[in-house]
């Protein structure tokens, strides 16, 4: 089946520091959706990449998605406190369908 | 907006016992999904409905799992009977077609099968 990967699985970085997150699919996926999840709380939507070669940014975070739309990438300049959680990608292998697949998360702690 | 809600946030129950999660989709969301979240096996998709209308139901274990939707404002998951190995959080997430198809989530219900 589908599968959709995420490195690294852990991340722990100096408040200040940079963090990236790989995603990474087995099959080519129609758009990528990015979502954080809070200890203890539920995941919420970051953003939705549809385009090969996509790049959108939100004040820190940067998301590209892949030329040949089976990766993407999550990057967060000047990691803060707040950033703390666990990062999915989630991805839909064809405009047909609602599935969401998620990855399998990268979890970041911020040190102050 | 109330966002989507789920029952019971807390579940704690013995194995044998029957489990019922229940959630109720944002109003004018015409898509439900059911997830359950481990250490494990991460955010699995079990099902999701379209229009109270099951459409994808390959994700659910094994025939204790059951999920309903017998109107658009109501969903129900079911486990029976339960066993240790189903302990998990169970999301409910609706969206609506046509938009951006992004999944807004409930708050989850923790079950843990003693």
């Known amino acids: 089946g589908q599968q959709v990967m995420q490195i690294p699985q852990y991340q722990h970085v100096q408040e200040g520091e940079d963090f990236t997150t790989y995603c990474n699919s087995s099959?080519?996926?129609?758009?990528i959706q990015w979502y954080k999840q809070r200890p203890g709380g539920h995941p919420v939507f970051l953003i939705q990449?549809?385009?090969?070669?996509e790049v959108k940014k939100q004040k820190r975070l940067t998301f590209q998605f892949g030329e040949a739309k089976k990766n993407s990438s999550l990057h967060i300049t000047a990691t803060q406190t707040t950033d703390v959680g666990t990062y999915f990608c989630?991805?839909?292998?064809?405009?047909?369908?609602?599935?969401?697949?998620f990855g399998t998360g990268t979890r970041l702690q911020v040190f102050p | 907006d109330a966002g989507v809600i789920q029952s019971p946030r807390h579940e704690v129950t013995e194995m044998g016992q029957e489990v019922t999660l229940r959630c109720k989709p944002i109003s004018g969301h015409n898509s439900l999904f059911w997830y359950r979240q481990t250490m494990m096996r991460g955010l699995e998709l079990l099902i999701y409905?379209?229009?109270?209308?099951?459409?994808?139901d390959s994700g659910m274990p094994e025939d204790r799992f059951s999920a309903k939707m017998p109107n658009a404002s109501f969903s129900t998951l079911k486990i029976q009977p339960s066993e240790p190995r189903d302990s998990a959080v169970y999301f409910c997430?609706?969206?609506?077609?046509?938009?951006?198809?992004?999944?807004?989530f409930g708050e989850g219900s923790r079950l843990t099968v003693l």
């Open positions: 989630a991805g839909k292998v064809s405009y047909n369908t609602d599935k969401l697949i």
């Open positions: 990449l549809v385009k090969s070669g």
């Open positions: 997430a609706s969206s609506r077609q046509g938009s951006t198809g992004e999944l807004f």
């Open positions: 099959t080519t996926l129609s758009n």
């Open positions: 409905f379209n229009n109270n209308v099951p459409i994808d």
